[in-house]
């Protein structure tokens, strides 16, 4: 499994973004896949996420300002990102459900599907 974020960069406040996340070995349509976010100093923590269903996700600070979408012919993920505030400043990273970790890997729950892989992530800076 491979996980390629591009899309990040500087904004000012108020502005837009949009996040790309191409994946490759596995197919996209049967796995959750979703965004989740590190700013220093503070723990990671997931922003939105499309679950098997097609079901959303959306963290609460997040709700009416992003929106998640996927192409599952292409195995990409997006995510549309309006009305960007300082505090959205973080890395972004593009994950995809795990069913089976190996022991140290970094897994964390959105919605109701488990996120175990990871990509390297992109920068937002909202200034």
């Known amino acids: 499994v491979q996980l390629v974020e591009s899309g990040g960069g500087l904004v000012q406040p108020g502005g837009s973004l949009r996040l790309s996340c191409a994946g490759s070995?596995?197919?996209?349509?049967?796995?959750?896949m979703g965004w989740f976010r590190q700013a220093p100093g503070k723990e990671r923590e997931g922003v939105a996420a499309?679950?098997?269903?097609?079901?959303?996700t959306y963290a609460d600070s997040v709700k009416g300002r992003f929106t998640v979408s996927r192409d599952n012919a292409k195995n990409t993920l997006y995510l549309q990102m309006d009305s960007l505030r300082p505090e959205d400043t973080a890395m972004y990273y593009c994950?995809?459900?795990?069913?089976?970790?190996?022991?140290?890997?970094?897994?964390?729950?959105?919605?109701?599907?488990?996120?175990?892989?990871w990509g390297q992530g992109t920068q937002v800076t909202v200034s």
């Open positions: 499309f679950d098997s269903d097609g079901d959303t």
């Open positions: 994950a995809l459900q795990v069913f089976d970790p190996r022991p140290g890997t970094r897994v964390l729950p959105l919605g109701s599907c488990q996120f175990g892989n």
């Open positions: 070995g596995y197919t996209s349509s049967i796995y959750c």
